[in-house]
């Protein structure tokens, strides 16, 4: 029996555990710490209250286990194991414990008490050797870390970086399993399908013009994801490229709301229905969309052109670029994202630029307009990160270490 422990019900990972039970090639169960993403709860980094809008739970076994919940979701102390973890793992006679990171002291705690059953420990985390390097960890937390690592079975990367930080930890390449980080791109597509036919309306409805070429960004309106250099490279190519209608659409919230909005000539905002900016033509147009939950981000991506995602290393993958291609819809990110390396420089490296390099970043804007990918080639990229990829991971790692006489 494979478990799988994870903090709460997470949308990117639930189309794993749905389609590994669909399979039914491994006995699993699927452990949850929270209910956190199922109840409306405040979110830090929206600065809203949360709830999916998608079934977090159907399709596959799970349970709820005893924790200790406290504090904010973002901090260390926020899930604690209470005890009878080390039971319910030898009642349901697991014989691998997956962890989805460390970030919790939890997932330290079910560490322990797995070795000390002699249950297999693997991992699939996040981080990588920008992300690490970023955070400044003390020498003591960079020792236990190292620790923790040392006492993992099997590693399952995410993506060249990830793979380089486990590399860079010393762990032998035996140890480690390319699981991609991926999302349903079945789901995506089969909603842009059905959406492309809308995609003028769409826009209209956002104060979007039929000739304007938009300009995306999905996700938390906070500094490390760094939203105002794209008012700034769109700036720059305003200036250059006068002729251009180009048109910023914003699907998200955070900390930054209304200091973007000021730097920005608003034909539509959500959070003001019916109102027109006054502001200076020379700014770039933009529409702001707030909040945008699963069953309603795909008519994003259909209304736009491309994506932007210019974050900081901190930003450790960037799950809204597989999410956006598996739309039809590509993709320019800075070289901080975990996953520039993986989807979108080995497609277009032109499409990729430093961190905070504003007028890079408006060359590789004024770059997808001229010359955008060809649909084909964005599918093929972002085929190779599906979340069926881990899943088959998955299969092959549970079977190969199991006893031979369990394997027959």
Known sequence: MLVALTTHPIQYQVPIWKALAARQTVPFQVWFMSRHGLEARQDSGFRRSVAWDIDLLG???????????????????????????????REVGANALWLQGWQVMAYWQAAYLARASGVQIWLRAETNLGSANQQQKSFLKTSIRRNLLQNVDRFLTIGTRNRAFYISQGLD????????????????SAHEHVLRAQRVTLRRNWGIDDDAFVVLFVGKLQHKKRPFDI????????????QLNIHSLWAGSGELDDALRARLK??????????????????????FLGFVNQTKIAEVY??????????????????VVNEAMACGVPCVVSDGCGCSDDLV????????FPVGDTEALSRALEAVIVKPP??????????????????????GLYWSTQPTSAAE
């Not at 008012?231 to 250059?240: F, G, I, M, Y």
């Not at 420089?345 to 990729?352: I, K, V």
């Not at 080639?377 to 299969?395: G, P, S």
Request: glycine residues 4%; neutral net charge.
């Open 231 to 242: 008012v700034e490279a769109l700036s720059l190519l305003k200036r250059s490229r006068p």
């Open 374 to 395: 060809r649909r084909e080639d964005l599918d093929a990229q972002v085929l190779k990160y599906d979340c069926l990829r881990t899943v088959e991971a998955i299969e």
């Open 345 to 352: 420089r080995p497609l277009r490296p032109d499409l990729c």
């Open 59 to 89: 399709g596959y076994d799970y349970q709820f286990i005893d924790v200790f919940e406290r504090g904010r979701q973002d901090s260390f102390s926020w899930l604690t194991l209470k005890s009878g973890f080390r039971r319910r793992l």
């Open 302 to 319: 259909v209304a736009a052109d491309c994506l932007v995602l210019p974050s900081d290393a901190d930003e450790t993958w960037g799950l």
């Open 173 to 188: 390449f035996s140890r480690l399993s390319f699981a991609p980080y991926g999302v349903d791109n079945s789901r995506f």
């Open 266 to 287: 608003i034909v539509f905002d959500v959070n003001s229905p019916g109102t027109l900016s006054r502001r200076d033509d020379k700014l770039p147009q933009a529409s």
